[in-house]
Every structure is written in structure tokens, then in C-alpha cells.
């Protein structure tokens, strides 16, 4: 089945303490991208990826790495976290340009 | 600067009733228009999209959409609204040939009362 898969769904946290959430998908996909949803924000675009090695910065990268290794994987790493990254993170992926994006299930993440 | 706005926050209709939940967008030329669902505790799935064309879309799930550029808009409609219907929507737009850059409008909450 055709999917974008991450994990953890559900990730508790303190402050400081790094974390990666990983992204998945199997469609052989060239772009990937990682957003966060917050209420009343919308979803808003923290980094993309056109493909292998290729990366950069979307609306609100601040306090986010991501890498981009191989062609499937597309990890968020939060080298420290902070309060203010408790958000919903979605990965999502596409084959082409101009093509919709397939989303992950989200990854809640709480930083206390 | 780019941009779509969903006016409404949260709508409410009865199970039955027709939907029309608006969109409009800002942007030089024609974008690529996109309306996706998000149920609850579930990512996004595509309802429908907009390239050129025919400006009435078909979509999943009985939705359809009209593209009207004199009114820079992109509302999403469905004749009957079924309970299971109820979930946010947002319309998102990419900026033309060529892009990858998905903006998304903050989202329509619908609920549906039986």
C-alpha cells in the first residue's frame, strides 16, 4: 500500500532534550516536506526536499533540522526543544511537481 | 504577497443540507487549487484539485468545486451532507508551473448535526 508512514503518533518531551521524528514513504516519491498544525494557524511549511542531499528552509524552520540521506526517509530532528514546538507535525510527500501531496498520519508532540 | 483565506472558521449544518465552504485566494495568475479533508486524529486526504480546464471539479466522497477567477475564488460544495462529512477542510493552492510549494488556508471546521 502506498503510504507515508511516521513515528511516534504520540511523543511527550521536556524541554532540551532532542528528539527525531522519521518519515517514510515507499512511492518513491523526489519531494518531501514537513509541516506543523497548529489551531487557528492552518498547516504551515517548516522544511522541504526536492530530493537526496537537497533541502531547504519553508515558512517557519526555526529550531528544526531535517536530512535527507536517502530518497525514502525524511527526518525532523529538534535538537532542543522548547514549549513552543507542542504542535501536530505532518510529513507529506509527492512524485512530481504540481502533483498533490500524500500525508502521514501526524505526529503530536508535547514539550513541557 | 501569496495567500488563500477560508472566511469561515467552523460551519454547522444538519445531516441532509447542502455545503458550500468558501475559498478565495491571492495570487497574479492562475494557481493550482487543491481542497483537502482532515478527519479527526487523521492526516490529509485529497478531495479534489484544480490545473485548468473544465472550472467545475469532481471530487471524492460526492464534493465538487468551482473555480472562479473574476472572484479569485475556489468554494467547495456537496448537495447532501452525510455525518460522516464532518472534519476541517482546507483549501491549499501551488503557485503555478513547476512549483512544489503547497500554501494552505487555515481550515473550515465542519459539524453536522443529525
Known amino acids: 500500500e502506498a503510504q507515508v508512514t511516521q513515528n511516534p503518533r504520540y511523543l511527550i518531551t521536556v524541554t532540551g532534550k532532542k528528539l527525531t521524528v522519521t518519515c517514510s514513504q515507499n512511492?518513491?516519491?523526489?519531494?518531501m516536506s514537513w509541516y506543523r498544525q497548529d489551531p487557528g494557524l492552518g498547516l504551515r511549511q517548516i522544511y522541504y526536499?526536492?530530493?537526496?542531499?537537497?533541502?531547504d528552509k519553508g515558512d517557519v524552520p526555526e529550531g528544526y533540522k531535517v536530512s535527507r540521506k536517502e530518497k525514502r526517509n525524511f527526518p525532523l530532528i529538534l535538537e532542543s526543544p522548547s514549549p513552543n514546538q507542542t504542535s501536530l507535525y505532518f510529513c507529506?510527500?509527492?512524485?512530481?511537481?504540481?502533483?498533490?501531496?500524500?500525508f502521514g498520519n501526524g505526529t503530536r508532540l508535547t514539550v513541557t | 504577497a501569496q495567500s488563500v483565506t477560508q472566511p469561515d472558521i467552523h460551519i454547522t449544518v444538519s445531516e441532509g443540507a447542502s455545503l458550500e465552504l468558501r475559498c478565495n485566494y491571492s495570487?497574479?495568475?492562475?494557481?493550482?487549487l487543491f481542497w483537502y479533508v482532515q478527519s479527526p486524529g487523521q492526516g490529509l486526504q485529497l478531495l479534489l484539485k484544480?490545473?485548468?480546464?473544465?472550472?467545475l471539479v469532481q471530487g471524492i466522497k460526492g464534493f465538487e468545486a468551482e473555480f472562479k477567477r473574476s472572484q479569485s475564488s475556489f468554494n467547495l460544495r456537496k448537495p447532501s451532507v452525510h455525518w460522516s462529512d464532518a472534519a476541517e477542510y482546507f483549501c491549499?493552492?501551488?503557485?503555478?508551473?513547476?512549483?512544489?510549494?503547497?500554501?494552505f488556508g487555515k481550515g473550515t471546521k465542519l459539524s453536522v448535526i443529525p
Open positions: 512511492m518513491n516519491h523526489e519531494y
Open positions: 484544480y490545473f485548468s480546464g473544465d472550472t
Open positions: 526536499s526536492m530530493n537526496v542531499e537537497v533541502t
Open positions: 495570487y497574479g495568475a492562475t494557481p493550482y
Open positions: 491549499a493552492f501551488l503557485s503555478g508551473a513547476g512549483s512544489y510549494q503547497l500554501t
Open positions: 507529506a510527500s509527492a512524485d512530481r511537481e504540481n502533483s498533490p501531496l500524500h
